[in-house]
């Protein structure tokens, strides 16, 4: 590589993963003041996995880092970076269990919070740290456990969420390459930190001194609120990716979103001019699992042909925060390890 070039991180390998049990929407109609229809209708999804009591992030992240070090021939990697809003602790990170597990050694291994948002922060960090050359491979993560900070009670909330993990590994490259991770952008606004939060259990409540109220301790989100902003914020950081990346809407081969609301995903592709045949989709099958859900979204696509070699990608993201963020990439040629347990 010409060293007075611009160090890039191109994507090598990437893969997802979800524990094998689902819950259904007629298992939820069973419970729930809801119906298959109305989750449907409002959100596109029809199931989610749930994992086994016992298991937590670091098993999931584990399971989908394994797969992309294997979709990327590598058995090392010099940094480990896990976006996660559901740590298995509070203290410590989860990332440098899932990095000892894997046997990669005493590399830097790092948890990012940012919810939904956290596998695009994440994947700048990877970025950053190959362009600034302390890193010449770096595994990012994106894990999540909802199961264990949604109430199964609440309607607004467990028909939503579901657990899963997805990985990428990137390695330093040529900006031209296939692969190559382009323009990325990221915002964040704490004015609206209450739309989508857990109240108790971390420093502020405790410091209170205050008893938490019952449910405080699970994730609330005030959904009506935060889908607007949410259409707004992605659409605005994708419009401002494609003009830093130089590509037309029209150069855009596949648009993947968060995968929170199928509606909220058609209403971006609808406000950008993209065709809605060209919208990534797997929320049917996996619901919401915030910061696991862009790379288990590329695993998916790429496994299953939705998304191809020098496909133009458009990423977006929103979540709790609030935060978001956008970033483009040319899908490179990759043996993609898609979620594995899928039914049908
Ligand atoms: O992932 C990070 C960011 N998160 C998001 O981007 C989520 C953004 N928000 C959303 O996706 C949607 O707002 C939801 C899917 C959460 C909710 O859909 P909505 O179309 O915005 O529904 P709503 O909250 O406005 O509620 C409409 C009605 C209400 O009844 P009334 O007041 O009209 O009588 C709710 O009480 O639907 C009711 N409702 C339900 N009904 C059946 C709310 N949840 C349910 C439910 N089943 N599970």
Redesign the pocket.
């Given at each position: 590589m010409d060293k007075h070039r611009t160090r890039a991180a191109v994507l090598t390998g990437v893969a997802g993963h979800v524990p094998p049990g689902t819950v259904t929407n007629a298992d939820?109609e069973a419970r729930?003041?809801?119906?298959d229809e109305?989750?449907r209708s409002?959100?596109g999804i029809a199931e989610r996995h749930i994992v086994p009591p016992g298991t937590a992030t670091r098993e999931l992240a584990v399971e989908a880092g394994r797969l992309a070090l294997k979709s990327a021939g590598r058995d090392g990697v010099d940094a480990v970076v896990l976006a996660t809003a559901t740590p298995d602790r509070l203290c410590p990170a989860t990332a440098p269990e899932v990095a000892a597990a894997l046997g990669l050694g005493p590399v830097a291994a790092h948890d990012v919070a940012a919810?939904?948002a956290g596998f695009l922060y994440a994947l700048s960090a990877g970025v950053g740290a190959i362009a600034a050359g302390f890193a010449e491979h770096v595994l990012v993560i994106g894990a999540e456990t909802f199961s264990a900070i949604v109430d199964p009670e609440d309607?607004?909330?467990?028909?939503?969420?579901g657990d899963a993990a997805g990985a990428v590994v990137l390695r330093a490259g040529d900006p031209d390459e296939p692969g190559a991770i382009g323009p990325i952008r990221l915002g964040s606004d704490g004015t609206h930190s209450d739309l989508?939060q857990i109240p108790a259990g971390g420093a502020r409540q405790r410091s209170s001194g205050t008893v938490p109220e019952a449910g405080d301790h699970h994730l609330q989100?005030q959904?009506?609120?935060?889908?607007r902003?949410?259409k707004e914020r992605m659409t605005q950081s994708a419009l401002d990716v494609l003009e830093r990346s130089g590509w037309a809407v029209e150069d855009v081969d596949r648009l993947a979103t968060?995968q929170?609301?199928a509606?909220?995903n058609e209403a971006v592709a609808d406000e950008l001019g993209i065709p809605r045949d060209r919208v990534l989709s797997n929320i049917e099958r996996v619901g919401?699992t915030?910061a696991a859900?862009l790379p288990l979204l590329l695993a998916d696509s790429a496994a299953e042909g939705r998304l191809r070699p020098r496909d133009r990608v458009l990423l977006a993201a929103?979540?709790?925060g609030l935060a978001w963020g956008a970033a483009s990439l040319t899908w490179p040629d990759v043996t993609a390890f898609a979620a594995h347990t899928y039914r049908g």
């Open positions: 939820l729930l003041d809801t119906t109305w989750i409002r959100t919810v939904c309607r607004n909330t467990a028909v939503i969420f989508i989100m959904g009506r609120k935060v889908y902003h949410a968060h929170a609301n509606r909220i919401n915030a859900s929103f979540g709790g």
